[in-house]
T-cell receptor
C-alpha cells in the first residue's frame, strides 16, 4: 500500500526565514498533490494543489514543488511569520477522486 | 459562504455505547467525506458520498460504523458499539468536484470523540 511520510519532528524556525517542509511517498504514483494547514482544534484548510506535470506552483508566500522522480514534494513558506505556526499536511491522489493524507509536520515560527 | 457544519464539537461516551455525528456540507458541494483523525496522525478516509450514493466505503468498519446521506445534503455517521480505539476526531469534508482534485476539500472543525 502507499506510504506517505512527512517530517515527524517538529520544525522550529526564526521569523523572517524560509520554512521548508517535506513530503515523501513510496509505492505510489500520484498525479495530484495537495497541501493543507491545520490549526489545533480545527479541520485542515486547503492551501495549494499541484499536478504531476507541474514542477512548481506559487501562491503569495507559498511555493510547492513536485518531483515525481524523487517521489517528493517540498513546501516552502518564505518570510515566515508567527501566524504561520500550524501543522501542515500533504495529501496525494493518483486519480483526483480520493486523497490520502500524510501525518503532518508541526511548524513553529519563533518571533 | 458558510463552511462545513458539524455537531457536536465534543462527545464523551463509555465503551459499548452508541454515538452519532452530524454534518452539513457547503451548499452545492455534491461530494461529502467522513475522515477519522487519531491524535498525531493524518486524516484517514472512512467513507465518500457523491450526492446520496456511496462512492467508497472500503475503509469503514462496517461491523460498527454506518453512515448515510439523505437527499444528498446532510450526513450522519454512527458508531455502535463504540470501542476505546474509536477515540479520535471525526472530520467531515465536502468538495465542489468529484474528488477534490481541482478545488481541494473544505473541512468542518470536527467532532472530538472520547471513549472511556
Amino acid at each position: 500500500s502507499q506510504k506517505i511520510e512527512q517530517n515527524s519532528e517538529a520544525l522550529n524556525i526564526q521569523e523572517g526565514k524560509t520554512a521548508t517542509l517535506t513530503c515523501n511517498y513510496t509505492n505510489y504514483s500520484p498525479a495530484y498533490l495537495q497541501w493543507y494547514r491545520q490549526d489545533p482544534g480545527r479541520g485542515p484548510v486547503f492551501l495549494l494543489l499541484i499536478r504531476e506535470n507541474e514542477k512548481e506552483k506559487r501562491k503569495e508566500r507559498l511555493k510547492v514543488t513536485f518531483d515525481t522522480t524523487l517521489k517528493q514534494s517540498l513546501f516552502h513558506i518564505t518570510a515566515s511569520q508567527p501566524a504561520d505556526s500550524a501543522t501542515y499536511l500533504c495529501a496525494l491522489s493518483n486519480t483526483g477522486n480520493q486523497f490520502y493524507f500524510g501525518t503532518g509536520t508541526s511548524l513553529t515560527v519563533i518571533p | 459562504e458558510a463552511g462545513v457544519a458539524q455537531s457536536p464539537r465534543y462527545k464523551i461516551i463509555e465503551k459499548r455505547q452508541s454515538v452519532a455525528f452530524w454534518c452539513n456540507p457547503i451548499s452545492g458541494h455534491a461530494t461529502l467525506y467522513w475522515y477519522q483523525q487519531i491524535l498525531g496522525q493524518g486524516p484517514k478516509l472512512l467513507i465518500q458520498f457523491q450526492n446520496n450514493g456511496v462512492v467508497d466505503d472500503s475503509q469503514l468498519p462496517k461491523d460498527r460504523f454506518s453512515a448515510e446521506r439523505l437527499k444528498g445534503v446532510d450526513s450522519t455517521l454512527k458508531i455502535q458499539p463504540a470501542k476505546l480505539e474509536d477515540s479520535a476526531v471525526y472530520l467531515c469534508a465536502s468538495s465542489l468536484d468529484l474528488g477534490g482534485g481541482y478545488y481541494g476539500y473544505t473541512f468542518g472543525s470536527g467532532t472530538r470523540l472520547t471513549v472511556v
